[in-house]
Antibody, heavy 120, light 108 residues
């Protein structure tokens, strides 16, 4: 089955760190750009970070310098290391796969999401 | 950054109604526009890519149109399972693929 399964979310104190994981299955993981997208409960969707097939990385300004995205193709896994967490990082974090219609990118596969709550 | 603005933010409609949701980009994005549907407690689901390409398995009552800065998602005859939140997304500004704020479609 083609799927993405996130793990690693939970309750963490402000200033703390957390590492999210995303396990991919049913497709050739190394062939796809992967993103992390987050959603504050009941609110909209926000792009967080990207890692390309060549391991090039990009970050939203709101997380730059605090979050690190990585991939391990041999394990079909995507990661998001989150440091110096603040209440503003509280959200559901989705792992998403990027596919293309010629040059136009879209998110064709989403994980179920993992909830990160930053609170004392 | 490219800003995406959806209207309306919420919409009440009845089964069988035809509804249209619009999305406007702050600059021209060609056809780099996607639509997603999200139901409570679930991840978003891709409905339409590249402004008008209906994804496999998505009912034909959904359609998308537009290019440049103005886009629309139309549901030709609302079904009970269509009540959800809909988001547009631009993928022109690689890789900062920003979303609209969402349109909540509710039963009248």
């Amino acid at each position: 089955e083609v799927q993405l399964v996130e793990s690693g979310g939970g309750l963490i104190q402000p200033g703390g760190s957390l590492r999210l994981s995303c396990a991919a299955s049913g497709f050739t993981f190394s062939n796809y750009d992967m993103h992390w997208v987050r959603q504050v409960t009941g609110k909209g969707l926000e792009w967080v970070s990207t890692i390309g097939t060549g391991a090039d990385t990009y970050y939203a300004d709101s997380v730059k310098g605090r979050f690190t995205i990585a991939r391990e193709n041999a394990k079909n896994s995507l990661y998001l290391q989150m440091n110096s967490l603040t209440a503003g990082d509280t959200a559901i974090y989705y792992c998403v796969r990027v596919d293309y219609d010629i040059l136009i990118a879209y998110y064709d596969l989403w994980g179920q999401g993992t909830l990160v709550t930053v609170s004392s | 950054d490219i800003q995406m603005t959806q209207s309306p933010s919420s919409l009440s409609a009845s089964i069988g109604d035809r509804v249209t949701i619009t999305c406007r980009a702050s600059q021209s994005i060609g056809r780099y526009l996607n639509w997603y549907q999200q139901k409570p407690g679930k991840a978003p689901k891709l409905l339409i890519a590249a402004a008008s390409t209906l994804q496999s398995g998505v009912p034909s009552r959904f359609s998308g149109s537009g290019s440049g800065t103005d886009f629309s998602l139309t549901i030709s005859s609302l079904q009970p399972e269509d009540f959800a939140v809909y988001y547009c997304q631009q993928s022109y500004a690689n890789p900062m693929y920003t979303f609209g704020q969402g349109t909540k479609l509710e039963i009248k």
